[in-house]
């Protein structure tokens, strides 16, 4: 029987022939679904995450394993939907207003996925109360910002303030990242976290959606 552990390997080494291939392997030797996210696919991506923050791992690299996370996914989804196993809840994500940056919240998105997260990725340049709507649409507990431009950094606390304003998402948790961000920055805007990199965006998302 295929194991866990080929398949956290095949999604370390980027290779979705083998991801896939080990997958269906243990889906077909009646392997539940939720065990085979929970004890392959998640373990690779965590390796991953490390790896990248360590610079042990580049993006070129975390981009073709994400590929093979996905090629594993894909034969897992229908399974999961049909099982009803819950994800660990859902992050809205997105670029905001006037910054087209979105190489960083991708590896983002990559890794909440990875992470267990329902991902709902409105892309780059997105006007603020798209982010209100999208929230309201979703059941949605944490909210992703993603800024690359110092330009752009303030947008961030027009979406919290607008966040904030609405009844219906005002309690939302909203954490931000991009290259010129601080944790400083972060909290005088009034986000709940603060995430230097996609590893460490899946740790500060997990908080959130439990606190
Ligand atoms: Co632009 N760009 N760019 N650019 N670009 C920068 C950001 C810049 C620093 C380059 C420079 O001048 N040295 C500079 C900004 C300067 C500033 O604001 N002070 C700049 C500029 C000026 C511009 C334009 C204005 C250039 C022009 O047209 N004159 C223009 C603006 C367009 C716009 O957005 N309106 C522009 C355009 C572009 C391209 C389209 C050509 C391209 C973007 C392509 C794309 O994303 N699809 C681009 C690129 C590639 C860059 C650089 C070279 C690389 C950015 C990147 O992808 N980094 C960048 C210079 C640099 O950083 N060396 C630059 C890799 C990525 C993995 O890192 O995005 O930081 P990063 O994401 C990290 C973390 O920050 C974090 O996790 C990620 C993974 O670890 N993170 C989050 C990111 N988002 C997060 C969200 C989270 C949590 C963590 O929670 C939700």
């Known amino acids: ?11 370390i080494a980027g290779d979705n022939v083998k991801s896939k291939e080990v997958a269906q392997k243990l889906v077909d030797s009646g392997v539940d679904s939720s065990d085979i996210l929970n004890e392959g696919l998640m373990p690779g991506m965590n390796v991953v995450g490390k790896r990248f923050k360590a610079n042990e791992m580049y993006i070129p690299e975390v981009l073709i394993a994400a590929r093979a996370m996905h090629a594993a996914m894909d034969i897992l989804k229908p399974l999961l939907t049909e099982s009803g196993a819950t994800s660990k809840g859902t992050v809205l994500i997105g670029t905001v207003a006037g910054d087209l940056h979105d190489i960083g919240k ?3 998105v990559m890794m909440l996925e990875g992470g267990g997260f329902n991902v709902v990725d409105i892309g780059v340049d997105v ?16 909210i992703g910002l993603s800024a690359l431009l110092t330009t752009t950094m303030p947008v961030m606390k027009e979406v919290i303030d607008a966040l904030k ?3 219906d998402t005002k309690d939302i948790k909203v954490v931000v990242g991009g290259a010129p961000l601080t944790q400083e920055y972060a909290e005088s805007i009034g986000a709940a976290g603060y995430a230097p990199d996609a590893s460490t965006a899946v ?3 997990e908080e959130l959606m439990s606190s």
């Open 1 to 11: 029987m295929a194991k866990y552990q080929e398949l956290a390997d095949a999604i």
């Open 106 to 108: 991708n590896l983002v």
């Open 127 to 142: 006007p603020n109360e798209k982010f209100v709507e999208e929230a309201k649409k979703n059941d949605v507990k944490v």
């Open 165 to 167: 304003a609405d009844q």
């Open 203 to 205: 740790d500060v998302t």
